[in-house]
């Protein structure tokens, strides 16, 4: 015969233990509270429910070796205890506590000898998780042309290029919100009509594809905000449903839109929101009557309590996300001046806004921005004395580029998210 068997160890008995890729693993994740393992085998451990002790074999011979390993990353979160059945671990009997509570960590125990017992010959943690990928096109879509609503939409490529309108994609109406969902996908909810406030959502597909109105989504409301959060869900909130409202609705990683939440911050409308950091936390900012306030939002969905004074108050803005963290706010609205504004305020990737930057292309009202091209963004339409049919370009590092004009159908209160990979 020929072939090399590499890193094999004896045991006392004459058998040779298995190396980590030649252990038998067990097919079936474990999930539940407590768990006997076998020396020779490989466990794969989802605490996502609940934490799992896991008892080790009553008899053991030198090389007898165990690996388990944390299947969905949430050992931090629920933990792993080890109960060495009557044998030592680590020379320690088994009146002691043996927990690993570390994302991503794998265990690889050997068993060397009645006096030290289980030895850990490795107990890494992976850090490194995988990323989702950044959105590379968006698109703008609804609005009002004059007082007209409109169903139009604009998709934007992952270079920032804005197409030609397509028409009847779901009630025309305006004062919309819209959101990434599900890594690759968007929602458009809310709006008002001629005849009042609506209560329905259209989902977007991967290739920009509007669905037919969903309806009953939630209190029936316009000039709200959304984001995503928690890397593929989204969330709508604030707005005026006859009177300013605090509410929130979050939307799964599949577009389904949960019932209201109430009491998530001072209820207000016309302010704008876009996500930021590495972990998919959301900021919504500023609002009606000149307000300059934010409310974070973390990875859970969950919406902090306001921060106030984060430069110049105002409604009717715009925001997106760039730089793959950070966000910016833009344009809007200034009744104390009773005029537009043409103005920007960065937001790092821990949410700490940042000092009103002046000039950043023709002041308007009532437009709506977009991350495009995985780190930059776009902001277009709205109103200065009559609706507008042109982009500002956000770069990865926050500088708003000038103006284009003629970039689809003039009009203001639209909205816009990202899609697609």
């Known amino acids: 015969m020929s072939g090399t068997i590499v890193n094999n160890v004896a045991r006392a008995s004459g058998t040779i233990a298995a190396t980590p890729g030649g252990l ?3 097919a079936a994740v474990v999930t539940a509270s407590t768990v006997t393992v076998e020396a020779g085998r490989g466990y794969f451990i989802n605490t996502t429910s609940n934490a799992c002790t896991i008892t080790l074999p009553a008899s053991a011979e030198i090389g007898d070796q165990i690996v388990i390993a944390d299947y969905a990353r949430t050992w931090a979160t629920n933990a792993v205890t080890l109960d060495s059945n009557g044998l030592n ?16 960590q794998s265990l690889n125990i050997v068993f060397s000898d009645s006096t030290q017992g289980w030895l850990p010959v490795s107990d890494d943690a992976v850090a490194d998780v995988p990323v989702t990928p950044a959105t590379q096109k968006g698109f703008f879509a609804y609005g009002t042309i004059g007082s007209t609503p409109t169903s139009l939409k604009n ?6 290029v804005i197409a030609a309108d397509v028409t009847g994609v779901g009630t025309a109406r305006y004062g919309t919100a819209a959101a990434t969902y599900g890594g690759d996908k968007a929602i458009v909810a809310y709006g008002r009509v001629s ?10 597909n991967n290739l920009g594809v509007v669905a037919a109105d ?7 409301r316009n000039y709200l905000a959304a984001s995503g959060y928690g890397l593929d869900k989204a969330i709508f909130a604030y707005g005026d449903s006859g009177s300013q409202v605090s509410l929130k609705n979050l939307v799964s990683n599949s577009g389904v839109v949960a019932s209201d939440v109430t009491g998530v911050g001072t209820a207000r409308q016309n ?3 876009a996500g930021f950091g590495s972990t998919g936390q959301a900021i919504f900012g500023y609002g009606n009557g000149d307000k300059s306030m934010t409310n974070l939002v973390n990875n859970s969905g969950v919406v902090a309590s306001d921060v106030s004074g984060v430069g110049t108050g105002r409604e009717d803005l715009a925001a997106s996300k760039y730089g793959g963290d950070k966000a910016a706010f833009a344009y809007g609205y200034s009744s104390a001046a009773d005029s537009s504004v043409s103005l920007k305020n960065l937001v790092s990737n821990s949410g700490v806004v940042a000092a009103d930057v002046t000039g950043v292309g023709t002041a308007r ?3 709506a921005a977009t991350n495009y091209g995985g780190d930059k963004g776009a902001f277009a339409y709205g109103n200065t004395s009559s609706n507008v049919s042109l982009k500002n370009l956000l770069s990865n590092s926050g500088v708003i580029a000038a103006d284009v004009s003629g970039v689809g159908t003039a009009r203001n209160y639209p909205s816009a998210a990202g899609y697609g990979y």
């Open 24 to 26: 038998d693993w067990s």
């Open 89 to 104: 671990f680590q020379g320690n009997d088994d009146t002691y506590t043996v927990n690993y509570e570390t994302v991503g």
């Open 155 to 160: 998709l934007v490529n992952s270079s920032g």
């Open 195 to 204: 005849g009042g406030r609506l209560s329905m959502s259209n989902l977007v």
């Open 214 to 220: 969903v309806t009953g989504v939630g209190t029936e």
């Open 271 to 273: 302010l704008a929101a």
């Open 365 to 367: 009202y009532g437009l």
